[in-house]
């Protein structure tokens, strides 16, 4: 099984199973930076526009990840994990609300983690072939 590129915590999973009640199929893009930092942010599935600019991750609890090319680029070797803290996050993620925000933990991959990689796919190729 390939070492998978972003992982979630049990506290993370149980904010995603509420705000999917109330929303429906959710999605991630890791923020890239500016006004809300670097922050995951989550949105129901399809709120998002994804691009020819993103790349597809994997999934978290159901939910797809994305991530910019251009910021990929520097965390091509880091394994994140989306975890979830009290505190009022500055976007437009969908957990706000909830007094909570997702954030990213992140290490470094082993050598041999890094010899059987979980494949990223480019965004707008994954979204077509998911319809």
């Not at 999973?13 to 429906?24: H, M, S, V, Y």
């Not at 600019?53 to 797809?64: A, P, R, S």
């Not at 991959?109 to 994954?126: I, Q």
Request: include cysteine; hydrophobic fraction near 35%; aromatic fraction near 10%.
């Amino acid at each position: 099984m390939p070492t998978p590129r972003v992982l979630v915590t049990q506290a993370a999973e149980a904010t995603i199973d509420l705000l999917r009640d109330e929303n429906g199929p959710l999605m991630f893009h890791q923020s890239g930076g500016c006004c809300d930092g670097s922050s995951p942010m989550c949105f129901a599935k399809g709120e998002f526009r994804i691009g020819g600019n993103d790349v597809w991750l994997g999934q978290i609890h159901g939910c797809d990840f994305f991530m910019s090319t251009s910021q990929f680029a520097y965390w091509q070797h880091t394994q994140l994990t989306v975890d979830v803290t009290k505190g009022r996050g500055a976007s437009f993620s969908l957990e706000i609300p909830l007094g909570v925000r997702f954030l990213i933990r992140s290490r470094l991959f082993t050598e041999e983690e890094s010899k059987d990689m979980a494949p990223v796919r480019e965004g707008e190729e994954y979204l077509e072939e998911q319809v």
